[in-house]
């Protein structure tokens, strides 16, 4: 059974990804920082994960061994995050057998020059979070270029889930926004809500790092991890008030109008969603691993409201 470390294995993306390892036959070891429960706590696979609650500098320095096979790096944020994880691998003289998944971000992606965006398409990011993920990217693929390192990156879209608030079409967490629409009240959208969003399910992020793992033209690669597409906000709009059994109630504002109708708080994060209004491309998972997404964009929202509306 082949050795695992998961780094930041409770949040979003662990919490389906330790047990799709688990039933894919790996021995998990399950780092966070907190004691927090992971969101799907419930599944069985989750019996027999040994976790381990400390620091991601200590768990590199503590946790990693030889025998460790596989390592998911879940929350690299800086070149130097990713290069302390590869010196430790080098230092244990393991560089060119670990396999290495690194998740990145499609925030790489600023302004865009196609649509939607392929694995190609230049790194635009404009903002701290975005040039991280992009220069970790490029120093792992140096160094599967350099040294062999067994790296797959992925880029994931927004990241929804059972037990958490998904971007919702004002492009912001606001719950107030699924509350208005759940009750058949007005909300506010800007323009004519033709920005996009670009979603995915956390257990096809899973899945797609399961399919990654059991192929080889996966390895030296970064691959999107999105729903097949994106929605509008007034597509995901509409599409949510029709799931609550009423018809749409959506009324529009020039862009910076609508900006000033929300909290300061709230309109940093629209505006950082819908300036990017991202679409990616699963065309490159599909050509070199026959992946496809389980999960629609609408679908995967859907769920996420369903699994929280009691506590809205």
């Known amino acids: 059974m082949p050795n695992a470390v998961v780094l930041g294995a409770t949040g979003h993306i662990g919490s389906y990804l330790v047990p799709a390892l688990v039933d894919a036959g790996y021995d ?46 879940l929350l690299p944020y800086t070149r130097q995050d990713a290069e302390d994880l590869v010196s430790r691998f080098k230092s244990l003289k393991t560089a060119q057998n670990v396999r290495l998944i690194s998740i990145g971000s499609i925030w790489i992606y600023d302004k865009k020059l196609e649509a939607p965006v392929s694995e190609s398409h230049p790194r635009t990011a404009m903002d701290d979070y975005g040039r991280g993920k992009a220069e970790i990217e490029q120093y792992l693929l140096e160094e599967h270029e350099r040294c062999g390192l067994r790296v797959t990156i992925l880029h994931p879209g927004h990241i929804c889930g059972r037990g958490w608030m998904p971007v919702g079409p004002q492009g912001n967490r606001d719950p107030q926004v699924i509350r208005e629409i759940m009750a058949g009240k007005p909300i506010l959208l800007p ?21 990654c793992l059991e192929n080889e033209n996966s390895v030296g690669e970064s691959f999107h ?42 309109a940093t994060v629209s505006a950082e969603h819908i300036d990017r209004s991202p679409v990616a491309s699963m065309e490159k998972a599909n050509r070199l691993l026959g992946f496809e997404p389980k999960h629609s964009s609408i679908d995967t929202v859907i769920e996420a409201i369903e699994s929280i509306k009691n506590e809205l």
């Open 225 to 266: 991890s999105v729903c097949k597409t994106a929605l509008t906000l007034s597509g995901m709009g509409e599409q949510l008030y029709q799931h609550f059994g009423f018809e749409p109630l959506i009324e529009y504002k020039p862009y910076h109008e609508f900006l000033n109708e929300l909290t300061k708080e709230n």
């Open 28 to 73: 998990v070891l399950a780092v966070s920082r907190g004691n927090r429960a992971p969101y799907t706590g419930d599944l069985p696979e989750w019996k027999g994960v040994r976790q381990v609650f400390t620091s991601r500098e200590e768990a590199i320095r503590s946790v990693i061994d030889r025998n460790t096979e596989l390592v998911c790096d």
């Open 191 to 211: 323009e004519r809500g033709q920005a996009t969003l670009h979603h995915v399910h956390s257990e096809d992020i899973a899945r797609l790092t399961v399919t």
